[in-house]
């Protein structure tokens, strides 16, 4: 019964290096939420997606930033040439198949990967 | 650019008080309101889904109210105990299942 596994909990990456992060939903679920956390600072919207289709991307900075959520595997939020700046607690949430008419699910999120860059 | 209010942003109180807090969103399109509880060094984890407007949610000591006319949600906690101890997240959910978060209140309960 695994619930939202993200890995790596940690992970260091030198200014310009590239960071992979993954998301592999409860089993059942659809719906793949990314947010970030930064230093007193909530959860801030990056992108929500379903299998191979990004729904709301808005949260998203435009460059250096994707995400992907294939049909088979993990979600994967992929960040190019870090900088410090994208220091920060990436966590993902899950959720079952959403829309006005269905059930009103809560999100489960995962442990979180927590990204430094130096 | 969809603002999700929550208040105080932190709270003390003493073992045994009651307390409440306060998240204002915005009435269009809303589709529903989450409450999530976040202890330190875990994740957070879902109290409540409500959607009607005077929805009143409860489990144990903790409830929660929803007015969606005027866009606010009041959670209470009830005889708070040191265990109750967490950030408390709230999130509005528009039509198209995007959920956007509030900064959440931070609450300590001294024993």
Known sequence: N??????????????????????????????????????????????YLQKENIIDESGMPKERFSAEFPKEGPSILRIQQVVRGDSAAYFCASSPVRGIYLNNSPLHFGNGTRLTVT | ILNVEQSPQSLHVQEGDSTNFTCSFPSSNFYALHWYRWETAKSPEALFVMTLNGDEKKKGRISAT???????????????????????????????????FGKGTKLSVKP
């Open chain 1, 2 to 47: 695994a619930g939202v596994m993200q890995n790596p909990r940690h992970l260091v990456r030198r200014r310009g290096q590239e960071a992979r992060l993954r998301c592999s939903p409860m089993k059942g679920h659809s719906h793949v939420y990314w947010y970030r956390q930064l230093p007193e600072e909530g959860l801030k919207f990056m992108v």
């Open chain 2, 66 to 100: 929803l007015n969606t006319k005027e866009g606010y949600s009041y959670l209470y906690i009830k005889g708070s105990q040191p265990e109750d101890s967490a950030t408390y997240l709230c999130a509005f959910e528009g039509s198209q299942g995007n959920l956007i």
